[in-house]
């Protein structure tokens, strides 16, 4: 079977969308949408490659210092190179050895106006993360970055399916043909003893083409939303 995305080009946008206390009169919204570009670089053995380029930024809280800082940081993952299996699922991060070239000079340019414990253990995080490409992997597959595109669902199916969330929960996946679209429902099991107090998801795929899906997740205090639409 073909890759749903084996062709030139397919731009999609994604959006997380964080509401803290939602249920409060104090209750806050932030958005953070980024417009990609996703290029089919050719296939190695059973593997695909792909370049991601994101070509707009466009972030709510981006006129104060905490979402200018964090638009910076997002800087350094506008450009990858990933190779992914038949399903989607990120096998390898290509450029990494490009993502950690730029990360010292991302660093050096945010220290000049960011300080303090916080704004540092960030950097360190981030640098963690660089130097475990399985867990930049498992960053990048997560619902705020690129899971939504690659998360192993690219590939519409006739029977449920069921993985394990970063949330320790159980994600089923259910699908409904609805003339030429295949709908995926996306629901939990087991979040007794989790920190999540609901979740749910949709993925739509029309003629095997992957067009838009969202997932939410509440927790705590806070209710976050992902989303992705093929935009061209």
């Known amino acids: 079977m073909e890759h749903p995305l084996k062709n030139l080009c397919k731009t999609y946008r994604f ?20 417009t990609a570009e996703i290029y089919y ?9 792909y370049q991601i380029l994101v070509v707009d930024f466009n972030f709510s809280n981006d006129d104060n210092a905490a979402g200018k800082f964090l638009k910076q940081i997002s800087y350094l993952f506008d450009e990858l190179e990933l190779t992914v299996d038949h399903d989607g699922n990120i096998m390898r991060v290509d ?3 490009f993502l950690r070239s730029r990360w010292p000079e991302i660093v050096d340019r945010l220290s000049n106006t960011h300080k303090g414990e916080a704004i540092e253990n960030y950097f360190r995080q981030i640098s963690s993360l660089l130097d475990n490409e399985e867990d930049l992997i498992e960053f ?9 595109l690659f998360n192993g ?13 970063p949330d320790g929960f159980i994600e089923m996946m259910t699908p409904v043909k609805e003339g030429d679209k295949m709908v995926l429902t996306i629901s939990p099991e087991n979040l007794e003893g989790t920190e999540v107090d609901h979740f749910g998801g949709l993925l739509q795929f029309k003629k095997g083409h ?3 899906g969202f997932t939410e997740v509440k927790k705590h205090n806070t209710h976050l939303k992902h989303s992705l639409l093929w935009i061209g």
């Open 15 to 34: 959006e997380t969308i964080v509401i803290s206390n939602p249920d409060t009169s104090y209750s806050t919204q932030k958005s953070y949408v980024r």
């Open 41 to 49: 670089l050719g296939n190695e053995k059973d593997c695909f490659k």
């Open 95 to 97: 450029n990494i050895g």
């Open 140 to 148: 990048l597959g997560g619902y705020n970055m690129f899971g939504l």
């Open 153 to 165: 669902l690219l590939q519409p199916f006739d029977s449920r399916r069921k993985r394990k969330s």
């Open 210 to 212: 992957y067009e838009e």
